[in-house]
């Protein structure tokens, strides 16, 4: 099965961390909208093979959309592509923008599942973060939320500086109490050209360092998992069976198209990513162009080595689905890194799969980039 992501480039604001692409322009909505639409039009004949189960609505700020708006964009999707009648459809959201009526309204059409911008349920952290909502309005949100749909996760962003364990835990516990079903837990990072970076440089904020990040981050995942969640991903935990379908799509090098500017698609040895730019990517979709930046064949060695960087990143690699993959065996090629990994706790190995542990998730990106 494939899955459809959708970016909305839109946002009422940035805040002081964020390095995604959106415009603060809404004017331009409309003239998006039609776009997008005919966007899906152009790939209507580009993949008649794959059948969908999954819809991502990301950005920016897809919930800066009207009901309505997401309701004909996922009726197009569902006019156009091959798309299971219990598709997953997610839809990133501000809490500022769920009232109640706009949580029915998204869920009227066809949403079933929430993933709520929370970042702390703490005032302080969230004005650090320069969040305009309060720890009081998240947690409202997130239960009028779960009141309607089912399936909720928040985003948690945590290594603050001066931040203490025990502050993530208050946020970590009201998810808990609350019934969320889904955790993505992030490190605060430090992305070119924002404010966050910018102050940091300046010496008015001093950044964690990567020795204190590893050990929150193993206090964080202990945590979480102890409330009955089930770590599936480097920051991605959750209560078995609501594990977010798409997003496993990207973990294990499955099929995905992308829509709307800046957003990126993988299909066949195909990548490709659309442009950041609102009005250029108007233009060339408006003139039956496909509004491509990028676009690259890989070959199978690329392939390879996407697979174990974005598999150990997750679940880790099962051996047989490696062989059938690539017909090659992992164990027996990559046996010195196996051992010296398990050996010194930071992966664990089975009959038949190989993955890192909550040690190793701490410094994946190093592991990868040393071992494979």
């Not at 970590?172 to 992030?186: E, F, Q, T």
């Not at 709307?260 to 442009?275: E, K, M, T």
Request: net charge negative; glycine share 6%; aromatic share 10%.
């Amino acid at each position: 099965m494939s899955g459809i992501y959708v970016h909305i480039p839109f946002c009422s604001r940035r805040c002081n961390y964020c390095d995604f692409f959106f415009t603060t322009n809404t004017k331009l909505t409309d003239d998006f909208l039609i776009s997008l639409d005919r966007e899906i039009q152009i790939h209507s004949a580009s993949v008649p093979n794959h059948k969908f189960d999954t819809i991502f609505f990301g950005g920016g700020t897809p919930s800066i959309l009207t009901g309505n708006q997401l309701l004909g964009i996922i009726n197009r999707l569902r006019e156009t592509f091959d798309i299971t009648e219990d598709a997953e459809i997610s839809l990133e959201a501000n809490p500022e923008d769920l009232t109640n009526e706009k949580i029915r309204e998204l869920y009227s059409a066809g949403v079933n599942r929430l993933s709520i911008g929370v970042q702390s349920f703490i005032d302080s952290e969230l004005q650090f973060l320069t969040r305009h909502h309060t720890s009081s309005i998240a947690g409202d949100v997130v239960k009028n939320s779960l009141d309607v749909i089912d399936n909720v996760s928040i985003d948690i962003i945590y290594s603050l500086p001066s931040q203490r364990a025990e502050d993530i835990i208050v946020s970590i516990d009201k998810a808990k109490v609350m019934g969320v079903k889904h955790i993505s837990a992030y490190t605060l990072t430090y992305e070119d050209k924002t404010l966050l970076t910018k102050s940091a440089n300046e010496g008015k904020i001093i950044r964690n360092t990567p020795e204190h990040e590893a050990t929150l981050y193993e206090t964080v995942s202990k945590e979480i998992i102890s409330r009955g969640f089930r770590q599936y991903e480097v920051s991605n935990f959750a209560i078995p069976g609501y594990e977010s379908r798409h997003n496993k799509k990207y973990w294990k090098l499955l099929p995905y198209l992308g829509l709307g500017p800046s957003a990126h698609s993988f299909i066949g040895n195909r990548r490709w990513n659309n442009l950041k730019s609102v009005g250029k990517y108007c233009e060339l979709v408006n003139s039956h162009k496909l509004p491509i930046e990028n676009d690259y064949e890989l070959n199978e060695q690329q392939l390879q080595s996407d697979f174990i960087m974005l598999a150990l990143r997750a679940e880790g690699i099962n051996f047989t689905e490696y062989k059938k993959r690539f017909g090659k065996s992992f164990g027996d090629d990559n046996k010195r890194a196996i051992g010296e990994l398990v050996q010194n706790g930071f992966a664990e190995l089975s009959n038949d799969s190989f993955r890192l542990s909550t040690k190793g998730y701490a410094v994946a990106d190093e592991i990868i980039a040393r071992y494979f």
